[in-house]
Each structure stands twice: as C-alpha cells, then as structure tokens.
C-alpha cells in the first residue's frame, strides 16, 4: 500500500520521523559528556570544602576558571567548549525542530521552550569558556546574576517576571527530584545502559545526582522569588552561592558534602547519557 501511495504521489503527505543528522547525534553525545565532566568538577571542588581544602565552592564558571588554570587547561576548556556548544545545538534542534516528537500543544510548547532556555543558558557557559580559553577574566557568579536580576527589577512588571523565573528554576528543582524518585530518567536510555549491574550503578548515579540538582536548583528558585518578593537583587543566589549558603546551615558540612557528592555522581550520569541516551 505504502508503496502504491509513493507511486501515485501522494508519499509526502504521509508523517514520517525526521531523524538527526549524524554529526548532530555525535555534537550532542559530546556535548553530553562535556557537561558531565563540568558537573563532575563542580562537586569535587565542592567536596573539597566539605574537607575544609578549598575556601567556597564554584559554580560552572568557577569549574571552567580551575581548568583554565591546569597545566594545558586551555587546550582542555577549548575541548569543553566545542562540548558544550554541542549542547547548546543539540538543545535547539530540539526546540526548534523538535525531533523527539514533542508536538505544538501547551505541554509540547512548554517542554521546547524549556530546551531553548536551556540552550541559550549553556550558550552563555560556551561563551565564557572561549573568553576564558583565550585569557579573559571572569568575575563570580552571583554578582552576575544580581546584575541582571536589578535590571529586571526595574522593569515595569519586573518583579513579576523575576517571581515567575524563580518559580519556573523552583519548578525544575522539584520536577528532578520527582524524576530521581521514580527513575524517570530511564527511558531516555537506550536498554544496555540499564542491563546487568551496570544498570544498578546507571539508576544509583542517576537518582542520587538528579535529587542534588533538583536539591540546588530548588534553593535557587527560592532566592529568586525572595528578590522578587523584596525587590532586592542581593538575594539571589547562583549555584555556587546556593552551595554555600548550603554550607552555613545547621550541620551544612555534611550537608555540602553528601549534594556536592550527588552534582558529581550527575556528572557521571551525563556520561552514561553521552554513550546512551535515545537520540531519535
């Protein structure tokens, strides 16, 4: 039947997959494994003060501002960098020509625009791996972010639009720790991942590392509804920040230790990720 459609003309208007292209699938893996290694640098340093070795913990652009400074570290964050713009490409093809079949209603429109913020969030993170690749500075993270958060805060609605960011971070922090719960993440990979005792290992890595993403990105989302709420732009916390006010909790010692172990058992996850997720 298929066949007599073909002949007749008529093949086009029949629904078909569009699958990505192969340097796009093997970009993304890439991409993949080069976020995993920043997560996986961010809960080492992070660790690292737990032991009381290191003074505060970095967010990715502090991870990125460690590797700079190892023997070859610009050779290696160049690497990182083409990762991480593999990423960023693989995360707008998503959004934009929606491969994983995502679709036009709400849900569908949220999730690609979810993979868009994404992108362009890890487009900036490109963007300061290359500055920093080729000998730029960098500056910390929460003076950034409160930066732009007083810009926002001075636009008409703008703290609405602040309470609705910080809502929306809040909402991923708690939809990671209901994927960690259930294992979600499980049908994004391909079934060998999950086979034999490496898939005990793959869940282990998986719902440990989403539950302290989900951990962080919670805490940040709160600090940024309390600037919404205050008007006040000193209240916002990025990831290194929300580590550190972790820190300063009753018994934040092994507080800090057990989510940095987590961020870096997420790293690992991402490799798996980078090897076997579904990429249609």
């Given at each position: ?88 490409l693989w995360r707008f093809v998503q959004a934009i020509l929606d491969p ?152 934040g010692t092994g507080m800090l230790f057990i989510v940095a172990a987590g961020l870096a058992a997420y790293g690992a996850y991402l490799f798996v ?8």
């Amino acid at each position: 039947m298929r066949d007599e459609i073909k002949d007749e003309g008529y093949f086009l208007l029949l629904p078909s997959a569009s699958p990505v292209k192969p340097w796009i699938e093997r970009l993304a893996r890439f991409g993949f494994a080069a976020k995993g290694f920043v997560y996986i640098l961010i809960g080492v340093l992070a660790v690292q003060v737990a032991l009381g070795l290191r003074d505060k913990p970095a967010g990715a652009r502090g991870a990125l501002a460690v590797i700079v400074e190892q023997p070859s570290g610009r050779l290696l964050l160049g690497v990182v960098a083409i990762g991480l713009a593999g990423y960023v490409l693989w995360r707008f093809v998503q959004a934009i020509l929606d491969p994983g079949n995502k679709g036009s209603n709400a849900k569908g429109i949220a999730k690609r625009t979810g993979y868009a913020l994404s992108g362009a969030a890890y487009a900036l993170l490109a963007y300061t791996a290359i500055r920093l690749t080729l000998g730029a500075a960098t500056g910390g993270n929460d003076h950034r972010a409160r930066d732009w958060t007083a810009r926002f805060l001075d636009w008409p609605l703008g703290p609405w639009l602040v309470g609705v960011a910080g809502m929306t971070v809040l909402g991923l922090g708690v939809n990671a720790l209901y994927v960690a719960y259930g294992a979600r993440f499980h049908e994004k990979l391909q079934p060998e991942a999950l086979s034999g005792k490496t898939g005990g290992w793959v869940t282990w890595a998986g719902r440990v590392g989403l539950a302290a993403r989900g951990t962080v990105f919670g805490l940040i989302g709160v600090f940024l509804i309390r600037a919404a709420v205050e008007s006040n732009p000193r209240r916002v916390r990025d990831l290194d920040g929300a580590l550190q006010v972790l820190a300063r909790q009753p018994y934040g010692t092994g507080m800090l230790f057990i989510v940095a172990a987590g961020l870096a058992a997420y790293g690992a996850y991402l490799f798996v990720e980078a090897r076997f997720r579904r990429i249609p």
